[in-house]
C-alpha cells in the first residue's frame, strides 16, 4: 500500500511538473506568434500601450473628438485628478488581488490562489495622468478614428454598468494614485486571461499588432520594439 502511495505521488508530481512546463511553453510560443501583423492605420488618434514591468495597460487622451472618457470615468472618483489630466490609463485584473495587493510585499498566497483560480471577480482601474512620457515602457501607437470605435467598444464591453447604463465605481478607500479609481468588470481573472491577455485583446480588437495569446508584457511590447 505504501509503495502504490508513493508511486501514485510521484506520478502525480511529474504530471503537475509537465502541466507546468506546457503551461509556460504554450504562453512563450503563443506569445510570439503574431497577429494583424501589418497593420493599416490611419495616423489620426494616439493609444499607448504602458507596463509596470508585470501588467499592461492602456492608455488614451482623456478627451478628443471621438470620446469624452471623463464623462463615464468621473474625476470625482479619484483622490485629486482633474480635468488638467490628459490622458487615461485602463487595466483589467482580478478584483481581490487590486484592492489587497497596492504593492507586491502585500501579496498573500490566498489572494493569489484566488486570482488564478477563475473564480473571482474582476476590476477595471482607471488611473488619469497629466502626461505620457514615451519610453521603453510606454509605446505610442497611431490609430484611425474607426479603429478607435472599435477600442472604444471593447474597453467599454469590458465594464460592468447598472441599469441605466452607467460604470459601476467600486466604493474603496485603496488608491494607487492620486488620479485612480476602480471599476466593477466583466469577466474573471485565471491562468488563461490576465489582465495582459486583456491588454492584448484590446490591441487585437482595433487590428494592431499582438500576441496569438499572451499571458506576461514581454509578448505585446516584443512587438513594439
Known amino acids: 500500500m505504501t509503495k502504490k502511495i508513493l508511486r501514485y505521488t510521484r506520478n502525480s508530481l511529474f504530471t503537475l511538473i509537465g502541466l507546468i512546463f506546457l503551461y509556460f511553453l504554450c504562453a512563450f510560443c503563443f506569445s510570439r506568434i503574431t497577429v494583424n501583423k501589418n497593420p493599416v492605420n490611419k495616423q489620426e488618434i494616439p493609444i499607448y500601450i504602458m ?9 488614451v487622451q482623456a478627451v478628443n473628438t471621438e470620446m469624452n472618457w471623463t464623462k463615464a470615468i468621473s ?9 488638467t489630466y490628459q490622458y487615461l490609463a485602463l487595466g483589467w485584473g482580478d478584483k481581490k488581488f487590486y484592492l489587497e495587493t497596492p504593492e507586491f510585499s502585500d501579496l498573500k498566497l490566498s489572494n493569489g490562489l484566488r486570482a488564478i483560480s477563475g473564480l473571482s471577480t474582476s476590476a477595471m482601474h482607471t488611473t488619469y495622468y497629466k502626461y505620457i512620457k514615451e519610453d521603453a515602457n510606454c509605446k505610442k501607437i497611431m490609430i484611425s478614428k474607426t479603429q478607435y470605435h472599435l477600442l472604444i467598444g471593447y474597453i467599454l464591453n469590458s465594464f460592468t454598468k447598472d441599469e441605466s447604463g452607467r460604470l459601476i465605481n467600486v466604493k474603496s478607500n485603496i488608491h494607487y494614485d492620486i488620479g485612480d479609481a476602480f ?26 499588432r499582438s500576441c496569438l495569446w499572451t499571458i506576461f508584457d514581454t509578448g505585446i511590447f516584443l512587438k513594439y520594439e
Open 51 to 59: 507596463t509596470n514591468g508585470v501588467h499592461t495597460d492602456l492608455v
Open 183 to 208: 471599476y466593477e468588470a466583466n469577466g474573471s481573472y485565471s491562468i488563461f486571461k490576465t489582465c495582459n491577455t486583456w491588454a492584448n485583446g484590446a490591441l487585437k480588437s482595433c487590428g494592431q
Open 75 to 83: 474625476y470625482q472618483n479619484t483622490l485629486e485628478a482633474d480635468s
